[in-house]
């Protein structure tokens, strides 16, 4: 059984930093496709940033140039550094593992599932 846990969630200024940490047991990750989402309070779940089993990534527009997704094979974990935090950065955030190599944007293209690690930016 395939298990995905976040960790690094917490409180920012606005401007500021988190690092989100994603650890995966179960299967092989360095042959899948991961992903971050984000789900704010009273919306849907939303594509965050993704990264393919080589390192190709791929970022919403909302935080392209602020965020930066990466993997370490080795320790079968995924990163999400979050620079230049703003307020409507705050959501519950979701790493997530897809069944195949190739990347995705949408939430029913992965199978695997995370709890949730809460991310709250101040102003």
């Known amino acids: 059984q395939v298990q995905l846990v976040e960790s690094g969630g917490g409180v920012a200024q606005a401007g500021g930093s988190l690092r989100l940490s994603c650890a995966v047991s179960?299967?092989?990750?360095?042959?899948?496709?991961m992903g971050w989402f984000r789900q704010a309070p009273g919306k849907e779940r939303e594509f965050v940033a993704t990264?393919?089993?080589?390192?190709?990534?791929y970022y919403a527009d909302s935080v392209k140039g602020r965020f930066t997704i990466s993997r370490d094979n080795a320790k079968n974990t995924m990163y999400l550094q979050m620079n230049s935090l703003k307020p409507e950065d705050t959501a519950v955030y979701y790493c997530a593992a897809r069944a195949s190599v190739g990347f995705a944007t949408t939430v029913g293209n992965y199978r695997y599932w995370g709890q949730g690690t809460q991310v709250t930016v101040s102003s």
């Open positions: 990264i393919t089993w080589s390192g190709g990534t």
């Open positions: 179960g299967r092989t990750f360095s042959s899948v496709a």
